[in-house]
């Protein structure tokens, strides 16, 4: 397996444009988390899916983001109009969940993440 | 609240010289707790959890339940170590919480 894939690796927009993130996630894994890393805040969860359902998406900064997992095997998160402020590097990971042995659940696998410029 | 706490920033050592990263946590029910470690240009990848009791790339970690510490320890750093720490609880099915990461910077 590939592991987590995410495209592009590297975005560079303009205040106020669309911008889509995408990620694919190691298959049979059941749950999907989008982070985001910048130097001030470290490491913060955005939102998670587990079963392709939205579980958690009080970490989502603002309703200019948003995030969707239309089937097990890809989830977009897009940030419309994007700002200055939302530069940072975005992952994605993947996990077997509740559904995997002791060993294999709980472990999250990463992307190897998208940056984000917003000019 | 869920918290995790990793109090230094950065750390700067010699290679050779013993390194612990703090990491202190805050965390209803009963987490496992993990390490993982960004190498330069890589991927955040685990490196360990407190459940295997394992030592990886010489790094071990315990458990203190009491003090609700899980601190990383090695006995002699190398260069190869040098990455970023991230600390994080978590219980299978959810989200995991990362403390703002630890900087270990080794050199010789």
């Known amino acids: 397996d590939a592991g987590v894939i995410q495209s592009p690796r590297h975005e560079v927009t303009e205040m106020g444009q669309e911008v889509t993130l995408r990620c694919k996630p190691i298959?049979?894994?059941?749950?999907l988390f989008w982070y985001r890393q910048t130097m001030m805040r470290g490491l913060e969860l955005l939102i998670y899916f587990n079963n392709n359902v939205p579980i958690d998406d009080s970490g989502m900064p603002e309703d200019r983001f948003s995030a969707k997992m239309p089937n097990a095997s890809f989830s977009t998160l897009k940030i419309q109009p994007s700002e200055p402020r939302d530069s940072a590097v975005y992952f994605c990971?993947?996990?077997?969940?509740?559904?995997?042995?002791?060993?294999?659940?709980?472990?999250?696998?990463f992307g190897a993440g998208t940056r984000l410029s917003v000019l | 609240a869920q918290r995790v706490t990793q109090p230094e920033k950065l750390l700067s050592v010699f290679k050779g010289a013993p390194v612990e990263l703090k990491c202190n946590y805050s965390y209803s029910g009963s987490p496992e707790l993990f390490w993982y470690v960004q190498y330069s240009r890589q991927r955040l990848q685990l490196l360990l959890r407190?459940?295997s009791r394992e030592s990886i790339k010489g790094f071990t970690a315990d458990l203190n339940k009491g003090e609700t510490s899980f601190h990383l320890k090695k006995p002699f750093a190398q260069e190869e170590d040098s990455a970023m720490y991230y600390c994080?609880?978590?219980?299978?099915?959810?989200?995991?919480?990362f403390g703002k990461g630890t900087t270990l910077s080794v050199s010789s």
């Open positions: 298959s049979g894994h059941n749950s």
């Open positions: 994080a609880p978590n219980q299978a099915g959810t989200a995991l919480i």
């Open positions: 407190h459940i």
């Open positions: 990971a993947s996990t077997i969940g509740t559904s995997g042995g002791a060993r294999a659940k709980n472990i999250q696998y």
